[in-house]
T-cell receptor, first 109, second 117 residues
Framework: GEDVEQSLFLSVREGDSSVINCTYT??????LYWYKQEPGAGLQLLTY?????DMKQDQRLTVLLNKKDKHLSLRIADTQTGDSAIYFC?????????FGKGTRLSVIA | NAGVMQNPRHLVRRRGQEARLRCSPM?????VYWYRQLPEEGLKFMVY????????ESGMPKERFSAEFPKEGPSILRIQQVVRGDSAAYFC???????????????FGPGTRLTVL
């Protein structure tokens, strides 16, 4: 079945850019998502990209997809303390979403 | 337009008791998914339901767990004879269409945190 991998931790300084990476195994995945989870809360959909796209930009967020390498990344420009959270990559095809374990982003003031 | 509602937000049960978790999808959404999140882990798919039907329960433990999504009312995830290992956050998500049919974006509820004593 599908396997989604993420690095577990990332620490950046306020104002810098953050890049969170994700790899997946199923080349038939059609939609790829980024969700944000703050402590004690549910998952908030940040953005998604369709598999026939290479890039999607939405304000401070940029998603890059390398379909050949099955690699997805989320770049957060001008990272703020409010961006501290766990970020989950998720992929879907003909089966329900498969999630990575999440990357915990810590922003240092 | 209210989001996905889950209740209760926190549930404490003793070993052997039953836990009932409720999920009301977003208005207009007929597809419901349940996920379990163990501490320091990602979300694991449990079951996918459409009104009155279980579509995919491949992630559901074979015993003690059941789910339903009746024609009227919320979806229910039921755990019988709970054990300490059932302690986790249980999230429900809904979407207007099913997987593989287009942008099946799932919107998540706030979760129910189950603690088994």
């Amino acid at each position: 079945g599908e396997d989604v991998e993420q690095s577990l931790f990332l620490s950046v300084r306020e104002g810098d850019s953050s890049v969170i990476n994700c790899t997946y195994t199923d080349s038939s995945s059609t939609y790829l998502y980024w969700y944000k989870q703050e402590p004690g809360a549910g998952l908030q959909l940040l953005t998604y990209i369709f598999s026939n796209m290479d890039m999607k930009q939405d304000q401070r967020l940029t998603v890059l997809l390398n379909k050949k390498d099955k690699h997805l990344s989320l770049r957060i420009a001008d990272t703020q303390t409010g961006d501290s959270a766990i970020y989950f990559c998720a992929v879907s095809g003909n089966t329900p979403l498969v999630f990575g374990k999440g990357t915990r982003l810590s922003v240092i003031a | 337009n209210a989001g996905v509602m889950q209740n209760p937000r926190h549930l404490v049960r003793r070993r052997g008791q039953e836990a009932r978790l409720r999920c009301s999808p977003m208005k207009g959404h007929s597809h419901v998914y349940w996920y379990r999140q163990l501490p320091e882990e990602g979300l694991k798919f449990m079951v996918y339901l459409q009104k009155e039907n279980i579509i995919d329960e491949s992630g559901m433990p074979k015993e003690r767990f059941s789910a339903e999504f009746p024609k009227e009312g919320p979806s229910i995830l039921r755990i019988q004879q709970v054990v300490r290992g059932d302690s986790a956050a249980y999230f429900c998500a809904s979407s207007p269409i099913g997987p593989g049919t287009g942008t099946d974006t799932q919107y998540f509820g706030p979760g129910t945190r189950l603690t088994v004593l």
